[in-house]
């Protein structure tokens, strides 16, 4: 037997650039290569010891039967006390369904409201999964792109211009990944009055980064009380509470949407790992604000932050913006396209990174990936001697381009 058993939907399906260049550094590191990965979107810190503990206690406590499909009730409980704290909203426990990652929550709800050939508008540059799931759910992706000069942002009157019939939803992240963009509250208020005219249009709002904000408190599209029944919030642990591995996330939303994404939930996965919920519970309720743990990586992250933009302003043809949220850079590095180290030409920002994998040993993404194909994608989830190190052969690789 071989691979043409596979189905048409999996052979369409792109693997996941972030994670594929986390895999060939892997593969370089194996053989001995001292690779600098600054591919894969994680903090570099481990989850806060209470969290840990609360995990530890779990299975103490023999918590480890099959949970609610869409979450324990204390967690769901604990989410919306989290929403009304952080953001203001109010939100019932029927309208929280709790998924593995919010990965999972965010395919989740295509799965649940596209039909073929349905429109989700999708703002470029886009977290490089969001195309893919909307494929994979039988939807169309419609991008719209936001450039550098505009710190990488959509205007009002492009989402408008992008909605037709068939639109189902729009896609929304701020703070962003792959750009560091945050929208500010008047940016927001001027969407959400192209929102409120459609009140067919489902707004999914990627909330994921909310901890990760340098400039000032987060602001969720939900908070326009006009639209708030259009919005469904995806948010989760992994970034702000450095809980990756633990794979939470979650929705809040529409109770008939809550309701398809337990429905589609309880066929896929029977809900999600207990341990990982009793974690997550107590993450949910630590109060960022109050928290030395959060305190401590947001200052690391913007301190990493302003080094990396000062390094990067140092390489000669590289542009970028000021990201205020999130932990990564998306320099324009098109200054390099058409250039030769005497061996290869650089055609693409795959190329790009492809040479600075092998000639500096550093790897990052493709802009392609994240439909900018003249941008890199520089994670600086780590320390700042690595950043500076990995600046440094990142300069020394890019001077022998001609
Ligand atoms: N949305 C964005 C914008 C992300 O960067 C990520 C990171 N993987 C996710 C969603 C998924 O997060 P999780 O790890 O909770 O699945
Ligand atoms: N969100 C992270 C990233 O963009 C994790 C990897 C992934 O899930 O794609 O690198």
């Given at each position: 037997?071989?691979?043409?058993?596979?189905?048409?939907?999996?052979?369409?399906?792109?693997?996941?650039?972030?994670?594929?260049?986390?895999?060939?550094?892997?593969?370089?590191?194996?053989?001995g290569?001292d690779?600098?990965?600054?591919?894969?979107?994680?903090?570099?810190?481990?989850?806060?010891?209470?969290?840990?503990?609360?995990?530890?206690?779990?299975?103490?406590?023999n918590?480890?039967?099959?949970?609610?499909?869409p979450?324990?009730?204390?967690?769901?409980?604990?989410?919306?006390?989290?929403?009304?704290?952080?953001?203001?909203?109010?939100?019932?426990?029927?309208?929280?369904?709790?998924?593995?990652?919010?990965?999972?929550?965010?395919?989740?709800?295509?799965?649940?409201?596209?039909?073929?050939?349905?429109?989700?508008?999708?703002?470029?540059?886009?977290?490089?999964?969001?195309?893919?799931?909307?494929?994979?759910?039988?939807?169309?992706?419609?991008?719209?792109?936001?450039?550098?000069?505009?710190?990488?942002?959509?205007?009002?009157?492009?989402?408008?211009?992008?909605?037709?019939?068939?639109?189902k939803?729009?896609?929304?992240?701020?703070?962003?990944?792959?750009?560091?963009?945050v929208y500010?509250?008047?940016?927001?208020?001027?969407?959400?009055n192209?929102i409120?005219?459609?009140?067919?249009?489902?707004?999914?709002?990627?909330?994921?980064?909310?901890y990760?904000?340098?400039?000032?408190?987060?602001?969720?599209?939900?908070?326009?009380?006009?639209?708030?029944?259009?919005?469904?919030?995806?948010?989760?642990?992994s970034?702000?509470?450095?809980?990756?591995?633990?794979?939470?996330g979650?929705?809040a939303?529409?109770k008939?949407?809550?309701?398809?994404?337990?429905k589609?939930?309880?066929?896929?996965?029977?809900?999600?790992?207990?341990?990982?919920q009793?974690?997550?519970?107590?993450?949910?309720?630590?109060?960022?604000?109050?928290?030395?743990?959060?305190?401590?990586?947001?200052?690391?992250?913007?301190?990493?932050?302003?080094?990396?933009?000062?390094?990067?302003?140092?390489?000669?043809?590289?542009?970028?913006?000021?990201?205020?949220?999130?932990f990564?850079?998306?320099?324009?590095?098109?200054?390099?396209?058409?250039?030769?180290?005497?061996?290869?030409?650089?055609?693409?920002?795959?190329?790009?990174?492809?040479?600075?994998?092998?000639?500096?040993?550093?790897?990052?993404?493709?802009?392609?990936?994240?439909?900018?194909?003249?941008?890199i994608?520089?994670?600086?989830?780590?320390?700042?001697d690595l950043?500076?190190e990995?600046?440094?052969?990142?300069?020394?690789?890019?001077?022998k381009?001609?």
């Amino acid at each position: 037997m071989n691979n043409s058993i596979l189905s048409d939907r999996i052979l369409n399906l792109g693997e996941s650039a972030t994670l594929a260049m986390t895999r060939l550094s892997r593969e370089l590191k194996s053989k001995g290569v001292d690779v600098i990965t600054l591919s894969i979107g994680e903090p570099d810190f481990d989850t806060p010891q209470h969290v840990k503990d609360a995990g530890k206690k779990a299975i103490d406590d023999n918590i480890t039967h099959y949970p609610p499909v869409p979450g324990f009730l204390e967690l769901r409980e604990a989410i919306a006390q989290k929403l009304l704290r952080d953001n203001g909203l109010e939100f019932d426990t029927n309208q929280i369904v709790v998924s593995t990652g919010a990965k999972h929550s965010l395919i989740n709800v295509f799965m649940c409201i596209l039909n073929q050939g349905d429109e989700v508008i999708i703002p470029a540059p886009y977290w490089v999964s969001y195309p893919e799931m909307v494929n994979l759910s039988g939807g169309k992706p419609v991008v719209i792109d936001a450039g550098i000069d505009n710190d990488f942002k959509v205007s009002p009157k492009q989402l408008e211009e992008a909605i037709t019939i068939s639109t189902k939803a729009f896609l929304f992240n701020s703070p962003s990944n792959p750009t560091g963009s945050v929208y500010s509250k008047e940016e927001l208020e001027a969407l959400a009055n192209v929102i409120a005219k459609y009140p067919d249009l489902l707004v999914v709002a990627d909330e994921i980064y909310e901890y990760i904000n340098f400039d000032g408190k987060h602001e969720s599209l939900a908070s326009f009380e006009k639209i708030k029944d259009q919005i469904v919030i995806v948010n989760g642990v992994s970034k702000g509470m450095a809980m990756t591995g633990w794979r939470i996330g979650y929705i809040a939303g529409p109770k008939f949407i809550a309701d398809a994404c337990t429905k589609i939930q309880g066929q896929y996965t029977s809900g999600t790992g207990t341990i990982s919920q009793m974690a997550a519970l107590e993450a949910v309720k630590t109060d960022p604000k109050n928290s030395p743990d959060l305190k401590k990586m947001l200052k690391a992250f913007k301190e990493r932050r302003d080094l990396l933009i000062k390094l990067v302003k140092e390489i000669p043809g590289l542009k970028s913006n000021v990201p205020s949220g999130a932990f990564y850079l998306f320099p324009d590095v098109s200054y390099y396209y058409g250039k030769t180290d005497g061996k290869s030409t650089i055609k693409n920002s795959t190329d790009l990174c492809m040479y600075l994998l092998n000639v500096a040993n550093v790897a990052l993404v493709p802009g392609e990936a994240f439909g900018s194909p003249e941008c890199i994608r520089i994670s600086y989830a780590t320390s700042k001697d690595l950043i500076a190190e990995a600046v440094n052969r990142i300069k020394g690789a890019l001077a022998k381009l001609k």
